[in-house]
C-alpha cells in the first residue's frame, strides 16, 4: 500500500484547509485509514480514523468538531477537512493505513497502523 498526501500549506488563523491522501497497491487489505500529526518537539498524535468500508469514524477530542475525515471510496481518497485552524495546529500531517479492526478500537495509536505517507506541512500563523 503506497500512500501520498497533498494539500497542505501556510494559513492565517481561523481559516480552513483540506488534506488529502491517495491511496494505491493492495488497499483492501487496509481499510482504516487515519490522520496524524506530529508538531515540532512533540510525539505523533492521533486525529481522526476512518473505516473505509462504512464510513466509521472516530476523533480525538483536540479536533472534533473542527476536523472531518471523510472518503471518496471510488477514488481511494480519504481527506481531512480542518476548519478554524489555530496556530498550534501547526505539524506535518500524515495519512496512514490499518487493518480493520483497528477502527473499532475506539483509540488513535500511531503503533497500530503500518503504512504511512511521506507527511505534509500545515503552518498556522
Known amino acids: 500500500v503506497q500512500l501520498v498526501e497533498s494539500g497542505g500549506g501556510s494559513v492565517q488563523a481561523g481559516g480552513s484547509l483540506r488534506l488529502s491522501c491517495a491511496a494505491s497497491?493492495?488497499?483492501?487489505?487496509?481499510?482504516?485509514m487515519g490522520w496524524f500529526r506530529q508538531r515540532p518537539g512533540k510525539d505523533r498524535e492521533g486525529l481522526a480514523v476512518?473505516?473505509?468500508?462504512?464510513?466509521?469514524?472516530t476523533y480525538a477530542d483536540s479536533v472534533k468538531g473542527r476536523f472531518i475525515i471523510t472518503r471518496d471510496k471510488g477514488k481511494d481518497l480519504v481527506y481531512l477537512q480542518m476548519n478554524s485552524l489555530k496556530p498550534e495546529d501547526t505539524a506535518v500531517y500524515y495519512c496512514?493505513?490499518?487493518?480493520?479492526?483497528?477502527?473499532?478500537?475506539?483509540?488513535?495509536?500511531?503503533?497500530?497502523?503500518?503504512?504511512w505517507g511521506q507527511g505534509t506541512q500545515v503552518t498556522v500563523s
Open positions: 496512514a493505513a490499518a487493518p480493520t479492526a483497528v477502527c473499532f478500537v475506539h483509540s488513535i495509536l500511531p503503533g497500530d497502523f503500518d503504512y
Open positions: 497497491g493492495y488497499t483492501y487489505k487496509r481499510n482504516c
Open positions: 476512518l473505516w473505509i468500508g462504512g464510513a466509521t469514524t
